[in-house]
């Protein structure tokens, strides 16, 4: 391997035409410039410049190696900026997975931040649930993903790291004029006789629902399971059946569906960004990770708004 620090002062010994110009050139001293050249030689098992009384001249090696110089440099120049442009988050490529619910607000609106504030990021976009996005971290083909977790679920594996991001409580979704849409509060006992828009077909957090009526002492009766919010919500306005929202959707539920707190501790969940294994951490990781901060706190701001306007 080329010592590209010994193939500078080769140039600048060819174009100066002696080491003690070069030394100035490099703020070397002669002594030191021409230590550099017979180790670069000894290294190469070559001569490299002749010494002579009007100076120093290139072999033909040397020419050879000076030769191809500029464009080593011009690479390692070029490679240097890329690095450069990379750190700053003027280029680059983040990979980021989210499960469907956030999809429509938290995803959609930290892209928008995103984008508007590093143009130059390129990113690549996964949805899939959180054991989906586990394995595409452990695979590196994402580098953090939005992932969530009720209380009745195990955690993920150690090795994924996982940083808090929001507590996201259900709340429960009536058509309008339902005999429960004036309360404060609705507790999910209220709710046995109702048939339920599960808003969820497959996956860990299938028996989420039934197992938190379980507890409160009914069975609950599904009309529909579908991973489409606008069909829950559709369903919810024509009267077919009730439906959890997840809090960080309120914001954007249809006019015609009224929202109300649900009373059920089993029936909220954390809100989590998981990165892949080890310890590196690129600049537009850690940048997106401050943006879904931000957009998560709007979203809970704007869900206690449109909670308190009914």
Not at 83 to 100: D, I
Not at 280 to 302: I, Q, T
Request: charged share 25%.
């Amino acid at each position: 391997m080329l010592d590209v620090r010994r193939l500078w002062i080769l140039r600048e010994v060819s174009r100066r035409g002696s080491f003690t110009a070069a030394a100035q050139a490099l703020a070397y001293t002669p002594s030191a410039i021409s230590q550099q050249i017979a180790a670069f030689e000894r290294e190469l098992g070559t001569r490299l410049v002749e010494r002579g009384a009007r100076g120093v001249s290139l072999t033909e090696p040397g020419r050879l190696l000076v030769s191809q110089a500029e464009s080593v440099f011009h690479q390692l120049d070029s490679i240097e900026k890329e690095l450069r442009a990379f750190a700053g988050l003027e280029s680059g490529l983040l990979r980021l997975g989210w499960f469907a619910t956030a999809g429509s607000t938290l995803v959609a609106r930290s892209i928008a931040a995103f984008r508007a504030r590093y143009p130059g990021i390129e990113l690549d976009l996964f949805q899939g649930d959180p054991d989906e996005c586990v394995a595409g971290l452990r695979a590196n083909e994402i580098n953090l993903a939005l992932v969530y977790q009720f209380e009745m679920e195990p955690p993920l594996p150690e090795d994924i790291e996982q940083l808090d991001l929001v507590d996201d409580p259900l709340h429960i979704g009536l058509p309008l004029g339902h005999p429960l849409a004036d309360r404060d509060s609705i507790g999910l006992a209220d709710l046995a006789d109702e048939p339920w828009i599960q808003g969820v077909r497959h996956g860990s957090t299938l028996e989420v629902l039934p197992e938190a009526c379980h507890e409160v002492g009914f069975e609950p009766v599904v009309a529909l399971r579908t991973d489409d919010r606008t069909v829950v919500e559709g369903l919810v306005a024509a009267g077919v059946g009730v439906a959890l929202i997840p809090q960080l959707t309120v914001p954007t539920v249809r006019a015609d569906v009224v929202v109300r707190p649900l009373d059920a501790k089993a029936l909220s969940r954390k809100i989590r960004v998981a990165l892949a294994p080890g310890s590196y951490r690129s600049p537009a990781a850690l940048a997106m990770l401050g943006v879904l901060k931000n957009v998560c706190a709007e979203l809970k701001d704007e869900a206690a708004r449109r909670l308190a306007s009914g």
